[in-house]
């Protein structure tokens, strides 16, 4: 039954890095489940508070996810319209309209064109529109390396345990 385990636990990690970068695999909270199921082994021995704390960072990593780009979008000079456009733009990518469900492009693309569109309404010129769109996709790609950081530092404490 351990060694189902550990197979299963790899098999989450390996998915959870997946995730961290191809949107709509929810990759921190799947690399938190590799975790408990390895440390559900004989093998691999985690304190209650290392599970529960990694669980909150698991939590914590996934709401930001959603709210970096409305952030990184307001750092840059990105007006409620361009906040408000970039959501609405996440919203529509998780629709999925129209590059498929939750792919790659409309990830990238949905919340820096509703960033875009939404400071254009606002401002009715492009380069502050421009910024604060960049500002989306900024947030975009941080919110991605810190689900890739998490994902991988969870299963180099898996592989760690193990030896």
Known sequence: ???????LAFLCLAIGIAGAVI???????VSWVGLLLAALTPYVSTSATMLIV??????????????????????????KYGIWGCNIGLVISFIGLPFGPQGLLGV????????????????HE???????????????????????VYCIALLVVVIAKLL
């Open 1 to 7: 039954m351990s060694t189902v385990l550990i197979i």
């Open 126 to 148: 492009w380069q502050p529109a421009l910024r604060a769109a960049w500002g989306a996709f900024l947030g975009f790609l941080t919110g991605t390396l810190l689900k890739l």
């Open 23 to 29: 949107p709509g695999l929810p990759g921190p909270p």
């Open 108 to 123: 990238i693309f949905w919340p820096f064109a509703g960033a875009l569109i939404g400071e254009y309404i606002n401002q």
């Open 54 to 79: 990694t669980a909150v960072i698991a939590a914590v990593i996934t709401v930001l996810d959603y709210v970096v780009p409305s952030l990184s979008t307001k750092r840059l000079g990105g007006s």
